[in-house]
């Protein structure tokens, strides 16, 4: 038969009315049910011969058969998906797909009679089905269910059973309790019956997971009434629930105490027939417990629902009890259901521990909750066995429920309890030995270092917080010293993606954690850990300086055996550089002495490591340099402290030599690798250059445009471009401008006059590498990375830096103005150059003076208005985008400045906005541009509002100085407003009415977008 033909049977029996006038044309088919609230016979009529309906069933059969056959091609596919479609949208569909379930052994065909009657119960139960055809429905399928489903014997599989769970659920959704009121009753009854125990908590659990989020197919007011009704019922569901997970923990505990389970994992169905179902009644009642407890309001009470009747708590502290003895059944029962079952009550107390809002009657059970995760470590700790042993699942959900507790609910703790707690931890964390357990396990720390460090009433029973630090700082000290000696900190797990600042992409991936957990345990307490930290820092100070005696006699290997020595030096020197961020606040003058003293070593050994630039293996010992010079960066602030405060306030002459002396040492160190960089590796010249420019940055002393060092540096820098790499030659040219440009800390001759000289010298040889366009597009990027580098640094700075600075740049900004219309269609270089002009109407704005930018403005307005050149650029570059977003930011800057010297520029750049960039980001699904262009339109409606008000058509001369021409329409405008007639007006006025319009209609359609940050405009 076709398909054609079997569409035309099935639209037939679809159409065919369902009556009992006639008898023995298709016979009757009953279905009984030994549940009560269930119709004891319901009878299916239909005048369609049985022969008839069997032959619809079998071409229904051999048309989903062939659907899923794989020898199917995709073209017949299509016409039998077509045909069972029109099919299933026949309005008495659902009566045909009964039959075909009942008497269908086909599980194709029964999933889609189910498909079937779902939609028609989603479409059509509320509209055209009659109310003795929505009895005959609802009871038809659960007694389907019971009969065919439900019992041991049955071999339908489980994924028919649910759907059809699903399906009756649906039901209820629209009919209970009105005209379905046994819909809960039939589901406590089946929780009470051993036969059908599973297909009552599958139904509990789907009734959760449809009705906790309901979709659009019932209305708003029925959903919120759906949701009281449904926590109304709550307690009574967690008492099935209690009720049944009891009864398995007393049978466990049974089993336990009459059978001894060796250390391997016994197969659960030795123990008795029924075991395989007996663990999934267990693990479907926790699953559905879980998926309740993710919603259920805690208190009884839905907010902002004024129907709620009186509230009372639906989990009970016997419930919780129950959940805390299941959740340690692993560790005397060693079955893989045992590990499942633990896992899973773990896994319902951490959705408890999960909720952000805790009502006052919840408080007991909480508490209880919380006090047992101590007993939870002290029963894992209790063997030392038990932590290898436990699956990796479970170790997960343990380290869940602390890491839960340590940051939501450590303060429900008290003093001893949070002590233990701590305690137990400690031994916990370093047992693991699987390496993602262990990171897991430094997160429980962190979170509650995090919460001792925020400096809140940490325990509402502790007498003090001081009190409570000493307690616990046994177990905390004992954690940085298990870090700081275990080789568990080199090891990292290959899903590891923990961010890493940039100064720490060279370490192992996963000691970053480590060494984040130390700087938090250093910050609650610094002496302490300073006192551990300069422990082991002298051993590790010692083994660098032995070090010297291993190298060959070309100084280009070092015979190291054993690598980890060195991976551990690493580590310390990394740590050393962290902290440097401790010596903040008192603790800078309380641990002077401690701080000198690990300054003045780390420089010594940064001045000893010359001895191993040239070496080329191991490559530990490259590390080793990087990692010293990213130390002493970061101790480059403590040192401008030092200056600052002790050498310049009360030093003796002593201490000044010496300081003066340690930064001869530092620089000798960093021209030392400049002058050999040919040998060296170019990650240990990036790292001197950068630690360099730090350095001149933060320590402003006359001492350094003293050297002669940096003097011939400012000197010859230039010859340097060829050897270095362009961000390395950008960091030392950064050094040089920081020397020149930046004030002096505390001095009254800050030689002026002679850094202008040697900076103007300086930046003309830079200007004539911008104007020499032969050099290429690479160096002109380059030059233009220089400026707005200055730039930057001048932001903060006072006048005179400034004025110094626009003394000179002056003199080749008009050039860099002309270059821009050349290289507009180059967007890498067009970026830059308009990043350069942002930066000084930001930086220079008093110093360049108000002409300087409205001429810039209007330049780059003609450019940008200039026909189809946005179009081209967006359409020929993909980087172009960014070329647009800094001309708007530019705008951006025009729209904000309060001086009325921008006003002019307004229509103009409305203009380009309207008639150039919005008709190409309004058509695209990308979010390019649009933030920026909504930012913009946002700014010129709250600072530029009176534009588009009558008080500014009314000024005939607004705009009679404007050269700007953005299209002939705008400059008649501007021409008639010259000549003051009546038309002028009113074009002017038709202009801003078109404009306010546009902005508006922008807008609206913004809130259209995909893109959320659209909406943060």
């Given at each position: 038969m076709s398909g054609r033909e079997a569409l035309a049977v099935l639209k037939s029996l679809s159409d065919a009315p369902f009556t009992s006038e006639k008898k023995g044309t298709f016979g009757e088919i009953y279905v009984t049910s030994d549940l009560p609230h269930v119709s004891s016979i319901i009878a299916v009529r239909s005048p369609v011969k049985m022969s008839t309906m069997d032959d619809s069933r079998r071409i229904l059969e051999a048309c989903?058969?062939?659907?899923?056959?794989?020898t199917t091609s995709n073209d017949r596919k299509r016409q039998i998906e077509v045909m069972l479609d029109s099919f299933s949208k026949q309005v008495g569909a659902w009566k045909q797909a009964l039959y075909f379930l009942s008497t269908s052994s086909n599980q194709y065909v029964v999933m889609f009679c189910l498909g079937v009657i779902e939609n028609s119960i989603k479409y059509r139960w509320l509209t055209s089905m009659s109310h003795p055809e929505q009895n005959e429905l609802k009871a038809t399928l659960h007694s389907f269910l019971i009969n065919d489903t439900a019992l041991s014997t049955s071999k339908i599989p489980n994924f028919v059973r649910n759907k059809i769970i699903k399906v009756i659920t649906d039901v209820g959704k629209f009919a209970w309790p009105y005209s379905y009121p046994d819909f809960f009753d039939n589901v406590y009854h089946m929780l009470e019956n051993n036969e059908t125990v599973i297909v009552g908590l599958v139904f509990l659990k789907t009734i959760s997971e449809e009705w906790s989020v309901i979709k659009e197919e019932v209305n708003t007011d029925r959903k919120n009434e759906l949701k009281i009704l449904l926590v109304d019922q709550v307690k009574t569901i967690f008492q099935s629930l209690h009720r049944i997970l009891?009864?398995?923990?007393?049978?466990?505990?049974?089993?336990?105490?009459?059978?001894?389970?060796?250390?391997?994992?016994?197969?659960?169905e030795n123990r008795h027939p029924g075991a395989c179902q007996f663990n999934e009644v267990i693990d479907l009642a926790l699953e559905t417990a879980a998926h309740y407890c993710s919603w259920i309001p805690l208190d009884g009470i839905?907010?902002?629902l004024s129907h709620a009747k009186q509230k009372c708590a639906p989990l009970s502290i016997d419930f919780i009890q129950v959940l805390c003895q299941l959740s340690i059944l692993n560790l005397t029962d060693r079955t893989h259901s045992a590990n499942q079952v633990s896992s899973l009550a773990l896994g319902v107390l951490n959705e408890l521990l999960y909720r952000r809002f805790i009502p006052k009657d919840f408080d007991d059970q909480l508490n209880f909750m919380v006090r047992f995760s101590v007993e939870l470590l002290n029963q894992l700790l209790s063997n030392g066995k038990n932590i290898p042993g436990l699956c990796k699942q479970y170790s997960e959900k343990v380290v869940q429920f602390s890491c839960l507790v340590a940051r939501s609910h450590f303060h429900r703790l008290d003093e001893a309890t949070a002590k233990a707690f701590m305690a137990n931890l400690l031994p916990f964390t370093f047992k693991q030995e699987d390496v993602s357990i262990y990171y897991d396990c430094l997160e429980i720390w962190s979170s509650l270092l995090d919460h001792l460090n925020a400096q809140i009433p940490i325990l509402s029973l502790s007498p003090s917080r001081e009190g409570f630090l000493n307690q616990i700082k046994h177990p905390v000290m004992g954690l940085a010293n298990e870090i700081i000696y275990s080789n568990r900190k080199f090891s990292s797990c290959e899903e590891d993606c923990y961010n890493q600042d940039d100064d720490e992409e060279s370490l192992v991936p996963g000691i970053g954690r480590n060494i984040d957990v130390l700087v938090k345990i250093g910050e609650l307490f610094p002496t302490e850990s300073l006192q551990s930290v300069i422990n082991t820092w002298a051993d590790s100070y010692r083994f660098y300086l032995g070090l010297q005696v291993r190298l060959n006699e070309s100084k280009t290997i070092l015979q190291v055996e054993n690598t980890n020595e060195l991976e551990h030096f690493n580590f310390v020197v990394h740590l050393i550089g962290r902290v440097a961020n401790i010596f903040y606040g008192d603790v800078f003058r309380n641990e002077l002495t401690v701080g000198k003293s690990i300054f003045h070593q780390l420089v010594a050994l940064v001045f000893f490591s010359r001895h191993y630039i040239f070496v080329k293996s191991p490559q530990q010992i490259s590390q080793s340099i990087l990692e010293l010079m990213s130390a002493l960066k970061s101790w480059t602030y403590w040192l401008s402290r030092y200056h600052i405060e002790v050498i310049l306030a009360d030093a003796t002459v002593a201490e000044q030599q010496s300081f003066l002396e340690i930064l001869n040492h530092i620089c000798d160190n960093v021209f030392y690798v400049l002058e050999n960089r040919e040998s060296v590796d170019k990650d240990i010249v990036s790292v001197h250059a950068n630690f360099f420019s730090t350095l001149t940055t933060a320590v402003r002393t006359e001492y350094l445009f003293q050297l002669p060092s940096v003097q011939a540096l400012i000197e010859n820098i230039y010859n340097l471009r060829g050897s270095l790499d362009a961000e390395t030659y950008r960091l030392l040219h950064k050094s040089v401008s920081a020397i020149l440009l930046l004030p002096w800390h505390n001095v009254q001759d800050q030689r002026w006059q002679d850094r202008s000289q040697m900076y103007t010298s300086y930046m003309k040889k830079l200007s004539l590498d911008l104007v020499m366009e032969t050099r290429g597009a690479a160096n002109l990027i380059l030059g233009l990375n220089i400026l707005n580098d200055q730039l930057y640094m001048l932001s903060s700075e006072g006048g005179i830096s400034k004025k110094m600075c626009w003394e000179v740049m002056k003199e080749f900004v008009p050039y860099l103005q002309d270059l821009s219309l050349g290289y507009l269609r180059l967007p890498n270089i067009c970026q830059e150059l308009l990043t350069f002009f942002i930066r000084i109407m930001e930086v220079l704005q008093q110093q360049a003076g108000a002409s300087f930018f409205e001429q810039a403005i209007r330049n780059f307005l003609n450019y940008f208005s200039a026909e189809n050149i946005i179009d081209d650029l967006l359409k020929e570059h993909e980087n172009a985008t960014y070329v647009v977003e800094r001309f708007l930011e530019m705008l951006q800057y025009m729209i904000k400045d309060p001086s009325a010297s921008f006003k002019k520029f307004l229509p103009d750049a409305l203009s380009i906005c309207y008639d150039h960039i919005y008709p190409i980001i309004s058509t695209?699904?990308?979010?390019?541009?649009?933030v920026s262009f909504f930012s913009l339109i946002r700014d010129v409606v709250i600072y530029r509002w009176s534009f588009f008000f009558p008080g500014f058509v009314l000024r005939p001369?607004?705009?009679?100085?404007?050269?700007?021409?953005?299209g002939s329409q705008h400059q008649h405008s501007h021409d008639s407003h010259r000549s003051q007639n009546g038309p002028a007006f009113n074009n002017e006025k038709e202009i801003t009415i078109v404009r306010i319009n546009q902005i508006l209609q922008s807008i609206g359609q913004s809130f259209l977008q995909s893109d959320l940050e659209v909406f943060r405009f």
């Open positions: 989903v058969s062939e659907f899923f056959a794989p009891l009864s398995a923990l007393k049978q466990r505990s049974a089993e336990n105490s009459s059978q001894t389970y060796g250390a391997g994992v016994e197969n659960d839905i907010p902002n695209r699904s990308s979010p390019d541009l649009k001369n607004a705009h009679a100085n404007s050269k700007i021409s953005s």
